[in-house]
């Protein structure tokens, strides 16, 4: 006998959300029919995981995860494990901004949500959902009214379940989003804050930085702050991944000028540079030419290394660069932290990999005891 959730039928509070159907419940792909239970946990404390594919997820350290997004796709044999260590596992949703206009289409797509989560016995969905909008246009608006409604359905559907919605570092309008951060904040569980990707847009000097400076960071938690979002509800992403920036030329000071690549609306910005796991960052390190270097403003490691053509400056983030960030968000009694993503870290055999792997996952906070039922 399992209680696992199904499909729902009516909901009121959605004015148009009139046709769903009742299915019945789908059987369960676990040896334990239990774990196709809705899990119940509700942690003191976030460690919020992005899993992008793959067999690595069984080499994760599961004493710290809580909330995994399958951000790809579906694998049951990951939600039945995620279960059994008592972890949400989430559906990743998007939904095309130039659509907020037909109400069809997101009647459609929150029905399709709503029976995925119930078909794959999933705890609730990350909304990823990162396209620009203007501010005070329509779409704004009705991005904010989408939120709303996928976060009641799936409270209705099932009351232990967790809606959360990716955003961008600061609150600013980054990348033209010119969401209603406030308003998506009250409307989730909580909310993700991208903090990398900083410097996609850069208006001063086109050089090479940081992926999640320090200040920088720090800045943009602030202003959600100070725009009313409680603490409890901010879960800090940090970057798992780095940029390796081809550089036009490099100073004595180590400044690293890069071609200029335009990005919504900047001259210049990272996609000059390739983004790297920190798997790969490992291994180009071994030929740099001048070893890891650290910058104490945006408290970030770095090196430089060369090909027969140039010169590369490679900027990431490591278990003490993560700490610092681990450290910050406690400082603030944020929600958590997170990362994009888990599968960037090198699972293999290898000892040196297998040791620069455990140090990430032991950098991340441990679990706070206090575990609540709801
Ligand atoms: C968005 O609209 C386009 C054009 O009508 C359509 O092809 C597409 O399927 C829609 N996508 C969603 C998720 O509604
Ligand atoms: C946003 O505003 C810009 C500048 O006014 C305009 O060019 C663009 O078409 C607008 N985008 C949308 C989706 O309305
Ligand atoms: C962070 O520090 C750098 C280097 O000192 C500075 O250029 C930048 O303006 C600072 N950023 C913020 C948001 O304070
Ligand atoms: C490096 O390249 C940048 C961009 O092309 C240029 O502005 C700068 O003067 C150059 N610096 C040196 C030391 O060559
Ligand atoms: C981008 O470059 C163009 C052409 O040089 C210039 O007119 C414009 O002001 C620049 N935009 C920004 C945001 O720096
Ligand atoms: C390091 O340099 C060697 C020799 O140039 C090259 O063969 C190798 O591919 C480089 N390693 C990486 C990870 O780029």
Redesign the pocket.
């Known amino acids: 006998m399992t209680c696992s959730t199904v499909f729902v039928a009516v909901i009121v509070s959605l004015p148009f959300l009139s046709i769903m159907a009742t299915n019945p419940p789908s059987t369960c792909p676990c040896s334990d029919q239990s774990l196709c239970d809705p899990v119940t946990r509700k942690p003191a404390k976030e460690v919020f995981v992005f899993s992008v594919g793959g067999k690595n997820w069984k080499k994760y350290d599961w004493s710290k995860v809580t909330s995994i997004v399958m951000f790809n796709d579906y694998d049951a044999e990951l939600m039945c494990y995620a279960h059994s260590k008592q972890v949400k596992v989430l559906l990743k949703g998007d939904f095309p901004v130039a659509n907020l206009t037909d109400i069809k289409a997101r009647e459609n797509w929150l029905l399709d949500k709503l029976r995925k989560a119930a078909d794959w016995h999933m705890d609730g969905i990350n909304l990823d959902i990162e396209q620009p909008i203007n501010d005070s246009s329509i779409q704004q608006k009705l991005l904010t009214d989408l939120v709303e409604q996928t976060t009641k359905a799936f409270h209705v559907q099932n009351p232990h379940s967790q809606v959360t919605y990716d955003v961008a570092w600061s609150p600013d309008c980054i990348d033209g989003r010119c969401y209603n951060y406030k308003a998506i904040a009250d409307a989730v569980d909580f909310v993700f804050v991208m903090s990398y990707d900083e410097q996609s847009q850069i208006f001063g000097p086109c050089i090479g930085m940081a992926n999640s400076p320090y200040n920088k960071t720090v800045k943009g938690v602030e202003k959600y702050l100070e725009m009313g979002i409680p603490a409890n509800k901010l879960v800090l992403g940090v970057p798992w991944y780095g940029y390796n920036y081809p550089c036009l030329n490099v100073t004595e000071h180590d400044v690293c000028y890069i071609p200029k690549v335009p990005f919504r609306g900047a001259n210049c910005s990272d996609a000059a540079g390739k983004q790297k796991d920190y798997s790969e960052i490992n ?2 390190i ?2 740099s030419t001048t070893g890891r270097k650290w910058n104490d403003e945006y408290k970030a490691p770095y090196f430089n290394y060369k ?1 027969s053509k140039q010169v590369y400056q490679v900027w990431y983030d490591d278990p003490q660069s993560l700490k610092l960030r681990y450290d910050y968000a406690e400082s603030k009694k944020l929600l958590g932290v997170g990362m994009w993503h888990a599968d960037a870290l090198d699972y293999s055999d290898d000892k040196m990999a297998q040791k620069q792997t455990k140090e990430m996952w032991d950098a991340l906070p441990h679990q706070s005891h206090g575990v609540t039922l709801e």
């Open positions: 291994r180009l071994q030929n090909d």
